[in-house]
Each structure stands twice: as C-alpha cells, then as structure tokens.
C-alpha cells in the first residue's frame, strides 16, 4: 500500500471504518513489530488527531514506552500504576473521561484531560497496550473501544 493515508471527516463510526482497512493494509506483509505499532501510533493520530496515541510493551515485568506520536511520554510504567498500569493488570480496555479523577493517574502531561488504554493480549497474557489521550473530557467512548480493539487484533506478535 501506498503509505499515504486516505483521511476523512464524519462521524467517528464512518473514520474508523475509512481507517481500519487501510491499517490492515499497512500491516499486512511486514513482520517488524516496531515498524506496524509505529504506522498505527500515526494513521490514529492523523485521522483523529489526538493529543498523544502509543504503544506500551511488557518487558521484564514494566511496560516499557514503544512506538508513539504525541509530545514526550513516561518511559516506564508498573503494574496497577494509572490508566495504563491499571488496564495491564486487569486485562481490559479502560475508558476514563476525567484522568484527574482516576486514582493514581500518571500525568505525563496535565493537557491530557481523558484516555483510554487498550490491552495487547496474546495467549491469555497482556503484552502491552495501546494508550490515548485527549485534550478534551469525556473524549472517549464504546465506539472508541470496539475499533481500538479491532484494531489491536490486526497486530501480528508471533
């Protein structure tokens, strides 16, 4: 596929739907796992134009920062700490309107206002997550978390 991106407007439904095969297309073929979590940190910032989308992978118990798009972000993150620690150790995608009010939220950034953390699961055991953050309350929704983990299921880990 030709890596330019076809970017539409309308409702978050219709984009995610223009998206996901052209993510699809992006991974299909290509078995370096930084190069597709990369090119998906991208296609999700350009279509949607979040504050800060990426990648955490589990290494050595620690989800450890990969691939992102955004300012600066935490490198390291332990289980049950914030959003994304949190989502790690229950092994579900988390939805946070308000991260000010998320006990033990993480501020990499006080313009992150509320997120959304995606678990990786392969075999029945977390390897990382996606997390996203928005400028604005309340950004996130069911809608998000469908495609997001739609999404997740296109990442080759073998």
Known sequence: MAEDLKLINGSKTAQYESLIPQ???????????????????????????????????????????GPFQGPVACTRITKNRGVCGSSWSAAKTLIVPDVA??????????????????????????????????????HFDTVDQQYLEAIIGLISFN
């Open 23 to 65: 993510i699809k297309a992006l991974v299909e073929g290509e078995t370096d796992l930084v190069a597709n979590l990369a090119n998906i940190a991208a296609a999700l910032k350009e279509q949607f134009g979040w504050f800060w989308v990426g990648f955490y992978l589990v290494k050595d118990e620690v989800l450890v920062l």
């Open 101 to 138: 009010a998320f006990p033990g939220h993480i501020a990499c950034s006080s313009l992150s206002k509320s997120e959304i953390v995606v678990p990786i699961i392969v075999n029945e055991i977390v390897v990382g997550v996606l997390d996203v953050d928005s400028e604005e309350l309340n």
